[in-house]
């Protein structure tokens, strides 16, 4: 096996991610709470409404929640596509979508810095990131998930480079710049993120081969930009700059169970389950490898990313479906070479496969080659009016069914030929379902879940820009965001009012469906 790293096949498949991130990207409306959010703090920092340089602000007050780092950059992008009105959902996405795509290529040269030499480990462990739901969804929606995942791949890269003789100090660098990377979007998951990595270059003692003067350099100036930031929002907001750590940072998902959150720790298991596959049957038995393994430096460094990130995220109060986000680095990094064995049937160059799991392993491709039948026989069922409910569905189903069939049916056979084409077939199948997916509203799906925001939001321009409330709903950033202006929830004497009930001796200024915008002058509030 060569041990030429493949970089030509690493831009290949970043390409290909690149291009499948920009698939109906901008044909369903921003939602709620983040993307609106953000969208709106990017908005403001174009139109340069901070108290100071850099420094973000929400509907005009100050923005405490998260470091401006993604929404800079996408305020650079509404100024390079400027608009007449409000910047566009594409114009919104395009950064982090195509700087979430980066962690594909970035995870291939994680697993390579751990299996030197290993090229069907690299190339696994990219195709894994780049076909994984969660991953490919998350990253092209206007929310600092997909780029945090990017940068904590960095961060990693960047320590496992410590112990190179070689240039120590450009090794701190970016380690530094990546850590200062996080510290510009979501400054707390920073501490886990280099916990996680410490724990893993204890464990294997590589401190011992630091360079420790000019790495220590490298890393200091890595992380200016990052504490400098920080540093002027103290200056000058004061104490306030701590709520961005503290009271809405880590102290509310570790103290408040917010709305979303009645599973605890079980949505992130849930949104694992529901996204990992098919390359979740390898992780029960990746988990046990690594540990037969743990000598080696794959198996500490896998180990220890995994049990540290997930125990700074299943004790979370606050749980939401993306929190989840930096486990599936972890998890890549176990699967990767489990997939190559089964392709090559042999150890990888650096790594000996435990003798106990092989007879297990080599019975994973006829679960996948189940599934994809199972899943055509329910596209066959869903051809009947009765099940006409899933209709929307069937051409995802058709390609994951074909794609998990054909090649799991490979990846049994003897030629190692046919079982590359065979792990081709499972990666084209998770592709063609993505690409169908996001060419539909279906990848969007919270947006079905309540109300569309849009219609109402053109209510509004009966306003002539008075100030609005809503009756009956909590405030929504997304209609805020598509009425151009901030729409609470009515607790106050405010005439104009939005409602989805009817408003007695109310004055109707405009009607949409069962919405109608009312002026309720010398009206008591509503609750």
Not at 217 to 224: F, H
């Amino acid at each position: 096996m060569s041990s030429k790293l493949p970089w030509r096949i690493l831009f290949t498949l970043w390409f290909v991610a690149a291009v499948l991130s920009l698939v109906g990207l901008g044909d369903v409306p921003l939602r709620d709470f983040d993307e609106a959010t953000v969208a709106r703090v990017a908005f403001e920092l174009h139109q340069g409404q901070g108290e100071a340089a850099w420094l973000p602000t929400l509907w005009g007050n100050p923005y405490l929640n998260k470091a401006p780092g993604l929404h800079l950059i996408i305020a650079a992008m509404i100024g390079i596509n400027p608009s007449s009105g409000l910047p566009d959902e594409w114009t919104i996405r395009i950064a982090p979508a195509l700087l979430s795509t980066l962690v594909v290529p970035l995870g291939g040269l994680l697993q390579w810095r751990l299996q030197p030499g290993d090229r069907s480990s690299t190339l696994a462990m990219s195709a894994i990131l780049m076909t994984l739901l969660p991953v490919a969804r998350h990253g092209r929606m206007a929310m600092l998930d997909g780029t945090q995942l990017t940068v904590m791949a960095a961060l990693w890269l960047g320590l496992m480079h410590l112990t190179s003789t070689h240039q120590p100090r450009r090794a701190g660098l970016l380690t530094g710049l990546a850590a200062s990377a996080m510290l510009l979007l979501k400054a707390p998951l920073l501490v886990p993120a280099a916990a996680a990595g410490a724990v893993a270059i204890v464990w294997g003692k590589e401190w011992r081969h630091w360079q420790l003067p000019e790495t220590g350099l490298g890393i200091a100036a890595g992380l200016l930009p990052g504490l400098a930031w920080h540093g002027w929002h103290a200056l000058v907001r004061g104490q306030s700059a701590l709520w961005l750590w503290g009271g809405d940072g880590a102290g509310r998902v570790l103290l408040d169970a917010g709305e979303g959150s009645d599973l605890g720790w079980r949505v992130p298991l849930i949104e694992m389950l529901e996204g990992g596959w098919p390359w979740l049957a390898l992780f029960p038995i990746a988990v046990l490898w690594a540990w037969q393994l743990k000598t080696t430096r794959w198996g500490r460094w896998s180990l220890s990313l995994l049990v540290v990130m997930s125990a700074s995220i299943l004790p979370l109060r606050t749980q939401l479906p993306w929190y989840s986000h930096p486990l599936w680095l972890p998890v890549a990094l176990l699967c990767a070479p489990l997939l190559a064995w089964i392709v090559n049937q042999r150890a990888s160059p650096s790594l000996d496969t435990p003798l106990l799991l092989r007879g297990v392993l080599t019975r994973v491709p006829r679960l996948w080659t189940l599934m994809g039948l199972l899943l055509l026989i329910l596209l066959g069922a869903s051809m009947t009016p009765l099940a006409s409910a899933f209709s929307d569905y069937r051409g995802p189903a058709a390609a994951l069914g074909l794609g998990w069939s054909v090649g799991g049916s490979l990846l049994m056979t003897s030629s190692i030929r046919q079982r590359r084409l065979g792990a081709f077939s499972l990666v084209c199948g998770n592709l063609g379902a993505l690409a169908l997916i996001f060419s539909s509203p279906l990848w969007h799906w919270e947006l079905n879940e309540t109300w569309p925001v849009q219609p109402v939001a053109d209510l509004t321009t009966r306003g002539h820009g008075q100030p609005i409330t809503i009756v009956g709903h909590d405030e929504r950033p997304s209609l805020n965001w598509y009425a151009k202006q901030r729409i609470p929830r009515n607790r106050s004497d405010k005439r104009l009012r939005l409602s989805d009930k009817q408003q007695h001796h109310c004055e109707i200024l405009a009607r949409h469906q069962k919405w109608t915008l009312t002026d309720c002058d010398n009206m008591l509030p509503e609750d």
